[in-house]
């Protein structure tokens, strides 16, 4: 900006130095005409007044000539033939602007400029009344032209101009400092600002300082939005459940939040232990393709999916844990459901082909056709578990009071066979009159698998405890003291199909539907579960039947 505004005055000066030089030479040289002519003119008079009686000879004109100051004497008849001439110029005249003017009206002037330019040629002529007629008498006196009276006056400007020049420059450069040094300050107070306030004691600035401080303030509430949109964004990253891993080699982590930090191990500066250890994930990081494994960790399992993009490379970390029992439960039910059949089935086939061929004694035949029967129970149960199971999602049938004390008894009673059959030592304390609202057949299932396991788990000559207490959330508790479950299958003793001990399965035990049934019914009405149990002591279920929130 600076060399600007000196550039701009260095130019203004010296085109005004050269425009006033020319002025001056203009102006100067018009005068030196005008007063040329005047002084022709008084000439002129001289001769009218002294020497207008003399011949027209050379003779007199050069001395008219000389007694003038050596102006140049020309005289011309009317007709424009030189009579006699100091300039020694005999062509006929006639055409001559000031001979012309002269014969018109008297008198006449014009000026010539010489062929080099730096000379003009002032002429004056008068008409002259003589005895023998009218002449016409021309005098001329040299002057110097405009052009040479500038190319004169060069020098001059030239040194004018340089010391113009410096003068120029070093004002320029006094009021360029003045102007720029109150912005420069502005400009340091600005960036020394850190968000501050912006003052400036000059009005002329005070526009710029108030746009200073808008963009200050609108700066320094996007900085803020950032800020809070980093906080969140980090928030958000370390609040979910899912690891998120960003990075372009394993050394090398972008991003990593609290979850992904804790499962894999992460230390800051340190490359991620699995993406240099587990082989199947180098593998996958050196193929770069967009891959899924899964991996245990902690008893849990976890998908780790990685999405490759062009500048990094993306792990998400999802706990899979519920879909991978699910699975292995789906699994275990299949190999059950089809272990279950087959083992009534064979025995069913066996059995009737025997008899179909006649090879059954007839003594036998009543155990066979027996045999078939349980194992056709067995059968009919195991899919009416199934049904029952399946069909609690699709139960949309209206709740009312069901006297659960009541229901408690007979189902009690209806064990008693069994529970004498392993002798077991029955306590039984249900409050009267409890009602729960809820259907009869579901609290009957419920209560069914309770009672069932508590008799089929438990030890010969143990004990059984089924009690219910009353008020505003009713507690159901069915206790015993069997095999008891470990604390690892005590989380997955709800899961659908799952059975502690598989050798169990059907021989008098059920499915691993039961518990799943009871969980689903529970969890749709909204009450709540719970199992206590110690290994080889026993277990303990208990239901509260508060309806909290329904699912
Ligand atoms: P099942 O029909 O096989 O009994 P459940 O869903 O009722 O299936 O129970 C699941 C598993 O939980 C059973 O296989 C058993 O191992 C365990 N279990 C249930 N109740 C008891 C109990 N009272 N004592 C010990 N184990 C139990």
């Keep these: 900006m600076r060399k600007r505004i000196l550039l701009v005055t260095l130019l203004v000066s010296v085109v005004g130095v050269l425009f006033l030089s020319v002025l001056f ?18 000439y002129m008079n001289v001769y ?10 050379e003779e007199n004109a050069h001395r008219l000539s000389e007694e003038l100051g050596g102006v140049r004497v020309t005289f011309l008849s009317d007709s424009g033939d030189v009579l006699a001439d100091t300039g020694g110029s005999t062509e006929n005249h006639i055409t001559r602007e000031e001979v012309q003017e002269a014969l018109l009206t008297g008198e006449g002037q014009s000026v010539r400029t010489s062929a080099t330019l730096r000379e003009s040629l002032l002429y004056y002529c008068r008409a002259v009344e003589r005895e023998d007629g009218v002449v016409l008498v021309r005098l001329a006196l040299p002057a110097r032209s405009g052009l040479a009276i500038f190319a004169d006056s060069l020098p ?39 968000g501050r306030e912006v003052r400036t004691k000059y009005a002329e600035l005070a526009p710029i300082a108030k746009m200073i401080n808008l963009m200050n303030a609108d700066l320094h509430e996007k900085v803020e939005k950032m800020k809070e949109d980093r906080r969140l964004e980090k928030l958000i990253l370390n609040s979910i459940e899912h690891g998120i891993v960003i990075f372009r080699d394993p050394s090398d982590v972008i991003l990593i939040n609290r979850t992904a930090k804790r499962l894999l191990d992460y230390e800051v500066n340190e490359p991620v232990p699995c993406f240099i250890n587990d082989r199947e994930i180098v593998a996958v990081l050196e193929a770069g393709e967009n891959a899924s494994l899964v991996r245990k960790i902690e008893g849990r399992y976890y998908s780790f999916r990685f999405t490759f993009n062009e500048r990094s490379r993306v792990l998400l970390i ?20 089809t272990h279950e059949m087959n083992t009534p089935l064979t025995s069913i086939r066996g059995f009737a082909e025997l008899i179909a061929s006649g090879a059954m004694p007839p003594e036998k035949m009543e155990g066979a056709a027996n045999t078939i029967i349980r194992q056709s129970n067995r ?19 209206p709740d009312y009071e069901v006297d659960l004390s009541e229901l408690l008894r007979e189902i009690v009673a209806s064990f008693e066979p069994k529970i004498a059959e392993k002798k077991l030592a029955l306590t ?82 059920g499915f691993g539907l039961g518990l799943a049934i009871v969980k689903k019914l529970c ?29």
């Design 379 to 397: 059968l009919s149960n195991l899919i009416r578990s199934i049904i029952n199971f399946s069909a609690i999602d699709s139960d949309e049938l």
């Design 156 to 194: 001059s400007v030239v040194w004018f101009l340089v010391v113009d020049i410096l003068c120029c420059l070093f004002v320029a450069w006094l009021a360029t400092s003045f102007v720029l040094r109150p912005v420069e300050q502005l400009t340091q107070e600005a960036a020394r600002s850190g």
């Design 48 to 57: 009218e007044a002294q020497f207008s009686d003399l011949p027209l000879s």
């Design 318 to 337: 999802t706990d899979v844990t519920e879909t991978t029992a699910a699975a292995i439960s789906k699994n275990d039910f299949i190999a059950n459901v």
């Design 428 to 509: 039984f304390e249900a409050e009267d009159g409890v009602k729960v609202f809820s259907r009869r057949e579901r609290l009957l299932e419920i209560v069914n698998n309770l009672v069932s396991n508590a008799i089929r788990y438990n030890k010969e000559g143990g004990a059984l405890k089924v009690q219910l207490c009353g008020g505003e959330c009713p507690l159901l508790t069915v206790a015993d003291t069997g095999i008891g479950i470990s604390e690892e299958d005590r989380s997955r003793i709800f899961d659908r199909f799952y059975t502690v001990d598989k050798s169990h399965n059907g021989a008098g035990g």
């Design 523 to 551: 969890r749709r009405a909204g009450w709540q579960l719970s199992v206590e149990s110690e290994l080889d002591k026993g277990t303990a279920f208990s239901i509260r039947f508060c309806a909290g929130k329904k699912q």
């Design 25 to 42: 030479s203009a102006v100067f040289y018009g005068q030196t005409v005008e007063q040329a002519f005047a002084e022709l003119k008084i």
